[in-house]
């Protein structure tokens, strides 16, 4: 594991990072939001498929929504998360919509898709901390979800507030991840 940067590359990489303390005060702007899933709208996808879905929770809105998504996410994710004033559920279709058979990159696709929101976001200052935590079953008994779609991961939204805690991030080294001898 190393720390050195190997390359340069765009701000918005070095920017990015999930955080664990969310400014409960600070609420995230509906034109944020519907640039955030714009930037997901335009991920690459098997076939074009696009088979990546968001249940979304606003903690602002008197829908519920926000109060059901932080019970579908594992307790130890809940304990920072309810600080997130957006947190969203991602979903994957199993089966391609063009011809009903299976979709085996779907998710592939859903992580495509939450990358390039979390981009976005960060882009706009924001912070998004993405969970694999969740309770799949809890999503399925809380939220109608259209048969063929699975619960996958969580995404917490929000402002960062500044705190003394700086953790070392750590990433392996590109000879580790890359065959070939270009490194
Ligand atoms: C698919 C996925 C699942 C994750 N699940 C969790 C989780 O359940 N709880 C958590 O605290 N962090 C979770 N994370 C955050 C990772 O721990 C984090 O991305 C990683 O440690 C690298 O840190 P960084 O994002 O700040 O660079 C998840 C990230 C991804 C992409």
Redesign the pocket.
């Known amino acids: 594991m190393k720390n050195l940067i190997e390359a340069n590359v765009m701000d918005v990489f070095k920017q ?3 955080t ?1 303390h969310y400014d409960s005060d600070c609420a995230v702007s509906k034109a944020d939001l519907r640039a955030i899933f714009e930037a997901g709208r335009w991920a690459m996808s098997a076939y074009n498929d696009q088979p990546w879905r968001y249940i979304l929770g606003i903690r602002d809105e008197d829908d519920g929504a926000w109060d059901k998504v932080l019970n579908c996410l ?1 307790e130890p ?1 809940q304990q920072w998360a309810q600080n997130a004033p957006v947190l969203m559920i991602g979903l994957y279709k199993t089966h391609y919509e063009f011809n009903g058979e299976p979709n085996g990159t779907a998710i592939h696709d859903l ?1 495509a898709a939450s990358a390039f929101m979390t981009l976005e976001a960060t882009n706009r200052g924001l912070s998004v ?5 969740i309770l799949p079953d809890k999503v399925l008994e809380l939220f109608e979800v259209e048969d063929g779609l699975v619960p996958l ?1 969580a995404l917490a939204i929000g402002y960062e507030v500044e705190t003394m805690e700086q953790p070392e ?1 750590v990433r392996k080294p590109l000879q580790d991840i890359v065959s070939g001898s270009v490194f």
Not at 129 to 133: A, K
């Open positions: 990015r990072s999930s664990y594992v994710n992580g901390h993405q969970m694999g935590g991961t991030r």
